[in-house]
């Protein structure tokens, strides 16, 4: 976890025994991605909008970089949360190290929802679109 | 303690749970007969909603002769409104379902 001047990162990095081009499969199949993250509509394509949705949630995307084997970026929007996740990939002698960096808490999103604790309106609002959608 | 933050919205993902928690949010402590009355639902199925909402934190139960008298605990939404926490958790869970599933493809 890292911390800029106003937006919070959350990183998550692991070395894989996978080759790059394994890992890409993975990250940019449709139903692969359901198998590890959320059912989708993605598609590798700069610009294309898509929704993950599982069985807690939704989330509002659009692809903004695809460069294969290497870099994919999308939005991320759920709950009144925008940010940006980075997937990097990068080659090592025993596979491939996986970065995953999610930017863009802002603190004053933060404090949006430590608002909604007295505000319920306000967040039942929010989890009506985010919950009421799955049922 | 808390519970998973996907737990918790999972457990809020079906309206009449989500209304259930909403009221006692709103209108404090409350015996299974009155959540019953206006809603419609059988008190069988409130009271199945109850627990589910006591499993994850959400709503607390406390005994008072023949009566239960349940609660909301707004502290266990603290999962849901810590995003940092939220996607900490969430993006490791998920990494390790990458890995199994990374596991089972061809090469």
Redesign the interface.
Known sequence: ?MQAADT?T?I?E?E?P??LE??W??LTQGP?IE???MKNDFKPVVGHRFNLR????AVDAEVLLVEPNKALSYTWDA?G?KSVVTWTLTATSTGTN?R?E?SG?RQD??QA??G??YG?QK??AA??R???G?? | MHAE???I??T????TR?AIF?RL??DGEMTVHALTDPSGVSQPAISKHLGALKLVGLVRGRRDGRETYYSAE?KA?AP?????NF??TF??S??D??????KR?D?
Do not use: C
């Open positions: 976890m919070k959350v998550v692991r894989m996978h080759s394994k890992i499969r993975a692969l198998e590890w993250l599982g069985d807690w949630g709950m949360l996986l995953m999610q808490f999103q933060q929802y430590e909604a604790k319920w967040f039942f989890l009506e985010v919950a009421g799955l049922s | 933050p996907t737990a919205l999972k809020l993902s079906d309206p989500r909403e949010s709103r707004p939404l849901l409104i810590d995003w940092i996607y900490s993006w490791n998920r990494f379902r990458l890995e199994d599933l990374l493809m090469q």
